[in-house]
């Protein structure tokens, strides 16, 4: 996690796309198709990603190899 922002800082598409390196383009096809499950808000017509979410889908996405998955407890 980034040191200076807390679990409930809210992230604008821009921010999440330089984090995750992909477009914003990119973000707004996972939440129109549900691609990837990241969670947002709709704030009227803002959108915005909570830090928590963010750091939990990175996590999600942590790979031992390409059939396992890392996980905390044992294989």
Known sequence: MHPKRSQNTLLTPTQVSEQLGVTIGTLAVWRSTGTCQIPYLKIGRCVRYKTSDIDAFLSEQTHLHTHL?????AL
Not at 69 to 73: D, H, V, Y
Request: charged content about 40%.
């Open 69 to 73: 998955k890392k996980t905390g407890g």
